[in-house]
Protein backbone atom coordinates (compact mmCIF):
# COMPACT_ATOMS: atom_id res chain seq x y z
CA UNK A 1 0.00 0.00 0.00
CA UNK A 2 1.03 3.60 -0.77
CA UNK A 3 1.35 6.11 2.23
CA UNK A 4 3.27 8.48 0.26
CA UNK A 5 2.83 12.46 0.59
CA UNK A 6 -1.50 13.14 -0.29
CA UNK A 7 -1.71 13.77 -4.21
CA UNK A 8 -4.58 16.26 -5.32
CA UNK A 9 -7.46 15.20 -6.39
CA UNK A 10 -7.10 16.87 -10.27
CA UNK A 11 -4.34 13.93 -10.02
CA UNK A 12 -6.55 11.40 -9.75
CA UNK A 13 -8.92 11.83 -13.18
CA UNK A 14 -7.08 10.18 -15.67
CA UNK A 15 -5.44 6.97 -13.92
CA UNK A 16 -8.62 6.76 -11.42
CA UNK A 17 -11.62 8.47 -12.23
CA UNK A 18 -11.94 8.38 -15.80
CA UNK A 19 -11.38 4.41 -15.54
CA UNK A 20 -14.35 4.31 -13.27
CA UNK A 21 -16.58 6.18 -15.57
CA UNK A 22 -15.54 3.74 -18.31
CA UNK A 23 -16.43 0.86 -16.14
CA UNK A 24 -19.43 2.19 -15.12
CA UNK A 25 -20.32 2.57 -18.85
CA UNK A 26 -19.81 -0.84 -19.65
CA UNK A 27 -21.50 -1.92 -16.28
CA UNK A 28 -24.67 0.18 -17.12
CA UNK A 29 -25.10 -1.33 -20.70
CA UNK A 30 -24.94 -4.57 -19.54
CA UNK A 31 -27.01 -5.08 -16.74
CA UNK A 32 -30.06 -5.11 -17.35
CA UNK A 33 -28.77 -7.21 -20.49
CA UNK A 34 -28.03 -10.25 -18.37
CA UNK A 35 -32.25 -11.03 -17.71
CA UNK A 36 -32.61 -11.31 -21.46
CA UNK A 37 -29.29 -13.09 -21.99
CA UNK A 38 -30.59 -15.91 -19.38
CA UNK A 39 -34.31 -15.80 -21.24
CA UNK A 40 -32.24 -16.62 -24.72
CA UNK A 41 -30.87 -20.17 -23.01
CA UNK A 42 -34.32 -20.61 -22.08
CA UNK A 43 -34.20 -19.42 -18.14
CA UNK A 44 -37.78 -18.91 -16.81
CA UNK A 45 -38.85 -14.65 -15.80
CA UNK A 46 -38.62 -16.30 -12.17
CA UNK A 47 -35.21 -18.39 -13.13
CA UNK A 48 -33.56 -15.40 -14.77
CA UNK A 49 -34.07 -13.05 -12.16
CA UNK A 50 -32.32 -15.31 -9.74
CA UNK A 51 -29.71 -15.92 -12.14
CA UNK A 52 -28.95 -12.00 -12.15
CA UNK A 53 -29.08 -11.93 -8.62
CA UNK A 54 -25.80 -14.04 -8.50
CA UNK A 55 -23.55 -11.18 -9.48
CA UNK A 56 -24.48 -9.83 -5.82
CA UNK A 57 -23.71 -12.96 -4.18
CA UNK A 58 -20.65 -13.27 -6.12
CA UNK A 59 -19.72 -10.03 -4.54
CA UNK A 60 -20.41 -10.72 -0.85
CA UNK A 61 -19.20 -13.96 -1.29
CA UNK A 62 -15.61 -12.33 -2.45
CA UNK A 63 -15.56 -9.45 -0.33
CA UNK A 64 -13.76 -11.12 2.61
CA UNK A 65 -10.91 -12.76 0.42
CA UNK A 66 -10.59 -9.73 -1.58
CA UNK A 67 -9.30 -7.84 1.41
CA UNK A 68 -6.92 -10.73 1.71
CA UNK A 69 -5.65 -10.41 -2.22
CA UNK A 70 -4.97 -6.62 -1.80
CA UNK A 71 -3.23 -7.23 1.58
CA UNK A 72 -1.07 -9.65 0.09
CA UNK A 73 -0.09 -8.07 -3.37
CA UNK A 74 -0.65 -4.85 -3.48
CA UNK A 75 -3.79 -2.67 -5.18
CA UNK A 76 -2.51 -2.41 -8.75
CA UNK A 77 -1.56 -6.54 -8.76
CA UNK A 78 -5.04 -6.83 -7.39
CA UNK A 79 -6.35 -4.59 -10.28
CA UNK A 80 -4.82 -6.99 -12.77
CA UNK A 81 -6.69 -10.33 -10.72
CA UNK A 82 -10.32 -8.64 -10.70
CA UNK A 83 -9.87 -7.50 -14.19
CA UNK A 84 -8.88 -11.22 -15.36
CA UNK A 85 -12.07 -12.29 -12.98
CA UNK A 86 -13.66 -9.86 -14.67
CA UNK A 87 -13.21 -10.71 -18.36
CA UNK A 88 -13.64 -14.65 -18.07
CA UNK A 89 -16.93 -13.32 -16.56
CA UNK A 90 -18.20 -11.67 -19.23
CA UNK A 91 -16.77 -13.76 -21.58
CA UNK A 92 -18.26 -16.52 -20.16
CA UNK A 93 -21.62 -14.73 -19.87
CA UNK A 94 -21.25 -13.87 -23.92
CA UNK A 95 -20.15 -17.35 -25.37
CA UNK A 96 -22.59 -19.58 -22.53
CA UNK A 97 -24.31 -22.57 -24.24
CA UNK A 98 -26.21 -23.09 -20.97
CA UNK A 99 -27.51 -21.55 -17.96
CA UNK A 100 -24.99 -22.84 -15.64
CA UNK A 101 -22.63 -21.49 -17.67
CA UNK A 102 -24.08 -17.50 -17.63
CA UNK A 103 -24.34 -18.40 -13.58
CA UNK A 104 -20.67 -19.33 -13.40
CA UNK A 105 -19.87 -16.31 -15.12
CA UNK A 106 -22.25 -13.89 -13.41
CA UNK A 107 -20.62 -15.16 -10.40
CA UNK A 108 -16.93 -14.30 -11.44
CA UNK A 109 -18.39 -10.79 -12.68
CA UNK A 110 -19.38 -9.84 -9.11
CA UNK A 111 -16.00 -11.56 -7.38
CA UNK A 112 -14.26 -9.03 -10.12
CA UNK A 113 -15.92 -6.16 -8.75
CA UNK A 114 -15.22 -6.92 -5.26
CA UNK A 115 -11.23 -6.88 -6.16
CA UNK A 116 -11.77 -4.08 -8.23
CA UNK A 117 -13.57 -2.13 -5.94
CA UNK A 118 -11.81 -3.06 -2.83
CA UNK A 119 -8.68 -2.07 -4.59
CA UNK A 120 -9.55 1.27 -6.10
CA UNK A 121 -10.76 2.30 -1.93
CA UNK A 122 -8.04 1.57 -0.35
CA UNK A 123 -5.58 3.41 -3.08
CA UNK A 124 -7.55 6.14 -2.13
CA UNK A 125 -7.39 6.00 1.05
CA UNK A 126 -3.25 5.41 0.76
CA UNK A 127 -2.81 8.75 -1.35
CA UNK A 128 -5.35 11.33 -0.37
CA UNK A 129 -5.46 13.57 2.80
CA UNK A 130 -8.09 12.80 5.43
CA UNK A 131 -9.65 15.79 5.33
CA UNK A 132 -10.20 15.12 1.75
CA UNK A 133 -11.33 11.39 1.49
CA UNK A 134 -15.12 12.06 1.40
CA UNK A 135 -14.79 14.35 -2.07
CA UNK A 136 -12.23 11.60 -3.29
CA UNK A 137 -14.59 8.96 -2.43
CA UNK A 138 -17.72 10.58 -3.52
CA UNK A 139 -16.10 11.52 -6.69
CA UNK A 140 -15.37 7.28 -7.02
CA UNK A 141 -18.56 6.59 -6.37
CA UNK A 142 -20.21 9.52 -8.68
CA UNK A 143 -18.13 8.44 -11.97
CA UNK A 144 -19.02 4.92 -11.31
CA UNK A 145 -22.56 6.19 -11.33
CA UNK A 146 -22.06 8.36 -14.19
CA UNK A 147 -20.75 5.76 -16.27
CA UNK A 148 -23.83 3.15 -15.53
CA UNK A 149 -26.09 5.92 -16.33
CA UNK A 150 -24.59 6.74 -19.44
CA UNK A 151 -24.10 2.82 -20.24
CA UNK A 152 -27.99 2.14 -21.94
CA UNK A 153 -27.31 5.10 -24.11
CA UNK A 154 -24.29 4.37 -25.28
CA UNK A 155 -24.80 0.55 -25.89
CA UNK A 156 -28.27 0.82 -26.84
CA UNK A 157 -26.76 0.69 -31.14
CA UNK A 158 -24.92 -2.03 -30.20
CA UNK A 159 -27.87 -3.80 -28.62
CA UNK A 160 -30.40 -2.89 -31.87
CA UNK A 161 -27.64 -4.87 -34.10
CA UNK A 162 -26.25 -7.39 -32.18
CA UNK A 163 -28.64 -8.02 -29.51
CA UNK A 164 -28.30 -8.22 -25.65
CA UNK A 165 -24.73 -9.58 -26.51
CA UNK A 166 -24.06 -6.35 -27.96
CA UNK A 167 -23.85 -4.94 -24.81
CA UNK A 168 -21.98 -7.84 -22.79
CA UNK A 169 -19.21 -7.03 -25.88
CA UNK A 170 -19.07 -3.29 -24.62
CA UNK A 171 -19.08 -4.25 -20.72
CA UNK A 172 -15.45 -6.76 -22.25
CA UNK A 173 -14.07 -3.57 -24.08
CA UNK A 174 -14.55 -1.00 -21.30
CA UNK A 175 -13.60 -3.50 -18.69
CA UNK A 176 -10.18 -3.85 -20.94
CA UNK A 177 -9.72 -0.08 -21.31
CA UNK A 178 -10.46 0.64 -17.68
CA UNK A 179 -7.95 -1.61 -16.46
CA UNK A 180 -5.16 -0.46 -18.66
CA UNK A 181 -5.53 3.06 -17.45
CA UNK A 182 -6.00 1.86 -13.82
CA UNK A 183 -2.35 -0.71 -14.22
CA UNK A 184 -0.82 2.84 -14.13
CA UNK A 185 -1.04 4.21 -10.79
CA UNK A 186 1.47 3.64 -8.20
CA UNK A 187 1.68 0.77 -6.09
CA UNK A 188 3.82 -0.02 -3.13
CA UNK A 189 4.66 -2.82 -1.69
CA UNK A 190 2.13 -4.66 0.77
CA UNK A 191 1.83 -3.24 4.25
CA UNK A 192 0.56 -6.13 5.78
CA UNK A 193 3.03 -8.87 5.72
CA UNK A 194 2.06 -10.69 8.64
CA UNK A 195 -1.53 -11.55 7.71
CA UNK A 196 -3.95 -12.76 10.28
CA UNK A 197 -6.47 -14.99 9.62
CA UNK A 198 -9.96 -13.47 8.60
CA UNK A 199 -12.01 -14.46 11.38
CA UNK A 200 -9.27 -12.74 13.81
CA UNK A 201 -9.41 -9.55 11.63
CA UNK A 202 -13.29 -9.62 11.81
CA UNK A 203 -13.26 -10.39 15.43
CA UNK A 204 -10.70 -7.80 16.28
CA UNK A 205 -13.04 -5.15 15.20
CA UNK A 206 -15.86 -6.82 16.12
CA UNK A 207 -17.45 -3.40 17.84
CA UNK A 208 -16.81 -1.07 14.39
CA UNK A 209 -18.50 -3.85 12.15
CA UNK A 210 -20.90 -4.45 14.60
CA UNK A 211 -22.13 -0.63 14.98
CA UNK A 212 -21.22 0.95 11.89
CA UNK A 213 -21.76 -1.67 10.01
CA UNK A 214 -25.61 -1.78 10.84
CA UNK A 215 -25.75 1.47 9.30
CA UNK A 216 -24.03 0.36 6.03
CA UNK A 217 -25.96 -2.65 5.83
CA UNK A 218 -29.26 0.04 6.14
CA UNK A 219 -27.83 1.87 2.92
CA UNK A 220 -26.95 -1.22 1.35
CA UNK A 221 -30.43 -2.32 1.09
CA UNK A 222 -31.99 1.29 0.33
CA UNK A 223 -30.11 1.31 -2.38
CA UNK A 224 -30.38 -1.48 -4.09
CA UNK A 225 -33.91 -2.03 -3.36
CA UNK A 226 -35.40 1.22 -5.42
CA UNK A 227 -34.38 -0.94 -8.75
CA UNK A 228 -36.60 -3.77 -7.20
CA UNK A 229 -39.47 -1.79 -5.77
CA UNK A 230 -40.00 1.43 -7.88
CA UNK A 231 -40.59 -0.64 -11.29
CA UNK A 232 -43.17 -3.01 -9.61
CA UNK A 233 -45.15 -0.24 -8.12
CA UNK A 234 -44.72 1.79 -11.32
CA UNK A 235 -46.77 -1.28 -13.14
CA UNK A 236 -48.95 -1.51 -9.98
CA UNK A 237 -50.21 2.13 -10.60
CA UNK A 238 -50.58 1.36 -14.50
CA UNK A 239 -47.68 3.52 -15.43
CA UNK A 240 -46.11 2.85 -18.55
CA UNK A 241 -42.47 1.55 -19.34
CA UNK A 242 -41.44 4.18 -21.16
CA UNK A 243 -42.64 7.00 -17.88
CA UNK A 244 -40.62 4.37 -15.22
CA UNK A 245 -37.51 4.58 -17.47
CA UNK A 246 -37.81 8.47 -17.64
CA UNK A 247 -38.69 8.59 -13.78
CA UNK A 248 -35.52 6.65 -13.24
CA UNK A 249 -33.10 8.66 -15.73
CA UNK A 250 -34.25 11.52 -14.06
CA UNK A 251 -33.86 10.00 -10.44
CA UNK A 252 -30.10 8.96 -12.18
CA UNK A 253 -29.46 12.84 -12.90
CA UNK A 254 -29.91 14.07 -9.75
CA UNK A 255 -28.04 11.35 -7.98
CA UNK A 256 -24.70 11.86 -10.00
CA UNK A 257 -25.22 15.78 -10.09
CA UNK A 258 -25.06 15.15 -5.89
CA UNK A 259 -21.40 13.37 -6.17
CA UNK A 260 -19.48 15.94 -5.60
CA UNK A 261 -21.22 18.05 -3.52
CA UNK A 262 -21.67 15.21 -1.29
CA UNK A 263 -18.03 14.84 -1.03
CA UNK A 264 -17.60 18.46 0.11
CA UNK A 265 -20.74 18.12 2.83
CA UNK A 266 -18.68 14.84 3.97
CA UNK A 267 -15.29 16.61 4.29
CA UNK A 268 -17.25 20.00 5.96
CA UNK A 269 -20.27 18.70 8.38
CA UNK A 270 -18.42 14.76 8.72
CA UNK A 271 -20.12 11.52 7.63
CA UNK A 272 -23.00 12.09 11.21
CA UNK A 273 -24.90 14.70 9.40
CA UNK A 274 -24.27 13.52 5.76
CA UNK A 275 -25.61 9.82 6.93
CA UNK A 276 -28.61 11.34 8.77
CA UNK A 277 -29.49 13.35 6.27
CA UNK A 278 -29.23 10.25 3.56
CA UNK A 279 -30.90 8.53 5.47
CA UNK A 280 -33.87 10.36 6.54
CA UNK A 281 -34.35 10.99 2.73
CA UNK A 282 -34.30 7.42 2.10
CA UNK A 283 -36.78 6.47 4.67
CA UNK A 284 -39.22 9.50 3.54
CA UNK A 285 -39.20 8.36 -0.27
CA UNK A 286 -40.17 4.82 1.17
CA UNK A 287 -42.90 5.98 3.34
CA UNK A 288 -44.47 7.92 0.88
CA UNK A 289 -44.30 5.53 -2.04
CA UNK A 290 -47.59 3.54 -0.85
CA UNK A 291 -48.97 7.01 -0.80
CA UNK A 292 -48.15 7.63 -4.51
CA UNK A 293 -51.31 7.34 -6.68
CA UNK A 294 -50.12 9.04 -10.22
CA UNK A 295 -46.78 9.83 -12.51
CA UNK A 296 -46.48 12.98 -10.77
CA UNK A 297 -46.58 11.80 -6.87
CA UNK A 298 -44.20 8.59 -7.58
CA UNK A 299 -41.94 10.58 -9.64
CA UNK A 300 -41.53 13.29 -6.52
CA UNK A 301 -41.20 9.66 -4.54
CA UNK A 302 -38.82 8.61 -7.05
CA UNK A 303 -36.63 11.97 -7.13
CA UNK A 304 -36.65 11.76 -3.25
CA UNK A 305 -35.18 8.56 -3.57
CA UNK A 306 -32.49 9.76 -6.12
CA UNK A 307 -31.29 12.73 -3.68
CA UNK A 308 -31.40 10.33 -0.95
CA UNK A 309 -28.91 8.33 -3.03
CA UNK A 310 -26.92 10.93 -4.26
CA UNK A 311 -26.31 12.14 -0.78
CA UNK A 312 -25.52 8.69 -0.16
CA UNK A 313 -22.17 8.69 -2.47
CA UNK A 314 -18.75 7.85 -0.92
CA UNK A 315 -20.56 7.94 2.89
CA UNK A 316 -19.57 4.16 3.29
CA UNK A 317 -16.31 3.86 1.67
CA UNK A 318 -15.37 7.51 3.43
CA UNK A 319 -16.47 5.85 7.19
CA UNK A 320 -15.03 2.78 6.66
CA UNK A 321 -11.43 4.44 5.40
CA UNK A 322 -11.38 6.65 8.54
CA UNK A 323 -12.40 3.24 10.93
CA UNK A 324 -9.43 1.01 9.51
CA UNK A 325 -6.84 0.31 11.49
CA UNK A 326 -3.73 1.27 9.25
CA UNK A 327 -1.65 -2.01 9.92
CA UNK A 328 -5.11 -4.06 8.75
CA UNK A 329 -6.23 -1.50 6.44
CA UNK A 330 -7.00 -4.21 3.45
CA UNK A 331 -8.29 -6.66 5.51
CA UNK A 332 -10.78 -4.70 7.35
CA UNK A 333 -12.06 -3.01 4.32
CA UNK A 334 -12.88 -6.04 2.99
CA UNK A 335 -15.08 -7.18 5.85
CA UNK A 336 -16.49 -3.41 6.16
CA UNK A 337 -17.56 -3.64 2.14
CA UNK A 338 -19.44 -7.14 3.37
CA UNK A 339 -21.32 -5.29 5.37
CA UNK A 340 -22.58 -3.05 3.04
CA UNK A 341 -23.04 -5.88 -0.22
CA UNK A 342 -24.86 -7.82 1.86
CA UNK A 343 -27.69 -5.13 2.37
CA UNK A 344 -27.52 -5.12 -1.11
CA UNK A 345 -27.76 -8.14 -1.72
CA UNK A 346 -30.55 -8.71 1.18
CA UNK A 347 -32.72 -5.87 0.09
CA UNK A 348 -34.15 -6.47 -2.99
CA UNK A 349 -34.84 -10.41 -1.96
CA UNK A 350 -36.78 -8.97 0.72
CA UNK A 351 -38.52 -6.30 -1.15
CA UNK A 352 -39.44 -9.84 -3.29
CA UNK A 353 -40.44 -11.92 -0.15
CA UNK A 354 -42.65 -9.09 1.58
CA UNK A 355 -44.03 -7.72 -1.43
CA UNK A 356 -45.07 -11.33 -2.15
CA UNK A 357 -46.60 -12.23 0.88
CA UNK A 358 -47.90 -8.81 2.52
CA UNK A 359 -47.63 -6.57 -0.89
CA UNK A 360 -45.56 -3.96 -2.02
CA UNK A 361 -46.41 -1.73 0.17
CA UNK A 362 -45.65 -3.52 3.34
CA UNK A 363 -42.20 -3.75 1.53
CA UNK A 364 -41.96 -0.12 1.35
CA UNK A 365 -43.08 0.36 4.56
CA UNK A 366 -40.34 -2.41 5.94
CA UNK A 367 -37.57 -0.35 3.92
CA UNK A 368 -38.75 2.99 5.58
CA UNK A 369 -38.24 1.51 9.11
CA UNK A 370 -35.25 0.08 8.45
CA UNK A 371 -34.02 3.45 6.93
CA UNK A 372 -35.22 4.88 10.47
CA UNK A 373 -33.25 2.52 12.31
CA UNK A 374 -30.20 2.96 9.68
CA UNK A 375 -30.24 7.06 10.42
CA UNK A 376 -30.50 6.27 14.32
CA UNK A 377 -27.33 4.23 14.33
CA UNK A 378 -25.53 6.75 11.98
CA UNK A 379 -26.35 9.55 14.52
CA UNK A 380 -25.55 7.63 16.74
CA UNK A 381 -22.28 5.86 15.52
CA UNK A 382 -21.11 7.90 12.88
CA UNK A 383 -18.08 10.28 12.97
CA UNK A 384 -18.04 14.42 12.66
CA UNK A 385 -16.29 16.48 10.48
CA UNK A 386 -12.39 15.63 10.54
CA UNK A 387 -10.41 18.44 12.03
CA UNK A 388 -8.25 19.91 9.63
CA UNK A 389 -4.16 19.04 9.74
CA UNK A 390 -2.79 21.10 7.17
CA UNK A 391 -1.44 20.08 4.17
Known amino acids: MLDDSPVRLRTLVLPVFAPMVLYGVGTGAAAPMYALRALDLGASAGAAGLIVALSGLGMVLTDLPAGRIVARIGERAAIGVGSGLGLIGVLAAILAPNLGVLAVGLLLIGAAGAVWGLARQTYLVSVVAPEQRGRAMSTLAGAHRLGFFCGPFLGAALVHGFGPIGALWLQLVTTVVAA ?34 LAAVAVGAARASRSALLPLWAVHLGIDAATTSLL ?31 GICFAAGYAALPFTYSVLTMGAATMLLGLANGLS ?10 AAPPDRRAEFLGAWRLTHDAGMFAGPVAVGVVGAFAGLSAAGGLLAVTLGLGSVAMYRWFPGPISRTGG
Open 180 to 213: AAMLTIGSGAPDEPSLRPLHTVVSENRRALGTLG
Open 248 to 278: FGLAGAIDVLMSYPAGVWLDRAGSRVTGVAC
Open 313 to 322: NGLIMTVGAF
